[in-house]
C-alpha cells in the first residue's frame, strides 16, 4: 500500500470550511483514496473514498488532483463534533486480506 | 440496525495470562477484520476474516490468533500476555472480505489493560 503525508494538526472555526490535505504521491494507478475519522474513544468511521473524480456525501467532500498524488478533504461547515483525529488512506479495495494502513492521521480541533 | 458491537468493554489482564475478546458484525456482513491500537498511534491490522476462513494477517506474533463463527461473529485471543499488548482492539465489518469492499464500520473497541 502506498503512503501518505498528513499535517500531524490543525485548527479550524467552527462553521468554516475545514480543508485537510493529504500527499500520497506514490499512489498506484488501481489505488483508491478513503478517509475515516476517530472522535475520541470511538472507534474509526469511514467518510468518503475516490478513485480519481471528486465526489462528496453527506459528511464531505473529496478533492483529488489530476495526478492522484494529492487529495483534500473538505468538511463545509464544521461544527465542535468534527473534533476529531483524520486518517487518510490509499488502498486497494476496503482493505481486504492486508487490512487498512492508517498512518497518525490530522488532529483536527474546531475551535468555537 | 446494530451496529458492530465488541465485548467486554474494558478488561485489566496480568502479564502472562490469556484473554478472549469477542465481536458481532453488522448484520449481513460476512467478513470481520481486528486492529490495535495503541496510544497516540493509528489502528494496526491484525487479521481478516471471511465466510469463517482467515484472509490476511498482519505483523503480529503467533500469540495472536483469531476465529470467525457459522453467524459470522469473531473472537480474538492473546496468549502470555505482555505489557506491550497493552491497547484498543478494535473490530471491523464489512460486506465482503474481497475487493471493492470500500467500507468498513468499526466498533467501539475493547481497551485491553495489561499490569
Known amino acids: 500500500d502506498a503512503k501518505t503525508t498528513q499535517p500531524t494538526s490543525m485548527d479550524c472555526a467552527e462553521g468554516r470550511a475545514a480543508n485537510l490535505p493529504c500527499n500520497h504521491s506514490?499512489?498506484?494507478?488501481?489505488?483508491?483514496v478513503y478517509w475515516y475519522r476517530q472522535i475520541h474513544s470511538q472507534g474509526p468511521q469511514y467518510i468518503i473514498h475516490?478513485?480519481?473524480n471528486n465526489e462528496t456525501n453527506e459528511m464531505a467532500s473529496l478533492i483529488i488532483t489530476e495526478d492522484r498524488k494529492s487529495s483534500t478533504l473538505i468538511l463545509p461547515h464544521a461544527t465542535l463534533r468534527d473534533t476529531a483525529v483524520y486518517y487518510c488512506?490509499?488502498?486497494?479495495?476496503?482493505?481486504?486480506?492486508?487490512?487498512?494502513?492508517f498512518g497518525k492521521g490530522t488532529h483536527l480541533i474546531i475551535q468555537p | 440496525d446494530a451496529g458492530v458491537t465488541q465485548s467486554p468493554t474494558h478488561l485489566i489482564k496480568t502479564r502472562g495470562q490469556q484473554v478472549t475478546l469477542r465481536c458481532s458484525p453488522i448484520?449481513?456482513?460476512?467478513?470481520v477484520s481486528w486492529y490495535q491500537q495503541v496510544l497516540g498511534q493509528g489502528p494496526q491490522f491484525i487479521f481478516q476474516?471471511?465466510?469463517?476462513?482467515?484472509?490476511g494477517r498482519g505483523n503480529f506474533p503467533d500469540r495472536f490468533s483469531a476465529r470467525q463463527f457459522p453467524n459470522y461473529s469473531s473472537e480474538l485471543n492473546v496468549n502470555a500476555l505482555l505489557l506491550g499488548d497493552s491497547a484498543l482492539y478494535l473490530c471491523?465489518?464489512?460486506?465482503?472480505?474481497?475487493?471493492?469492499?470500500?467500507?468498513?464500520?468499526f466498533g467501539p473497541g475493547t481497551r485491553l489493560t495489561v499490569t
Open positions: 471491523a465489518s464489512s460486506l465482503t472480505g474481497t475487493a471493492l469492499t470500500y467500507e468498513q464500520y
Open positions: 506514490t499512489i498506484s494507478g488501481n489505488e483508491y
Open positions: 475516490g478513485l480519481k
Open positions: 488512506i490509499v488502498d486497494g479495495g476496503g482493505g481486504g486480506a492486508d487490512g487498512l494502513t
Open positions: 448484520s449481513g456482513h460476512k467478513s
Open positions: 476474516y471471511y465466510e469463517k476462513e482467515e484472509r
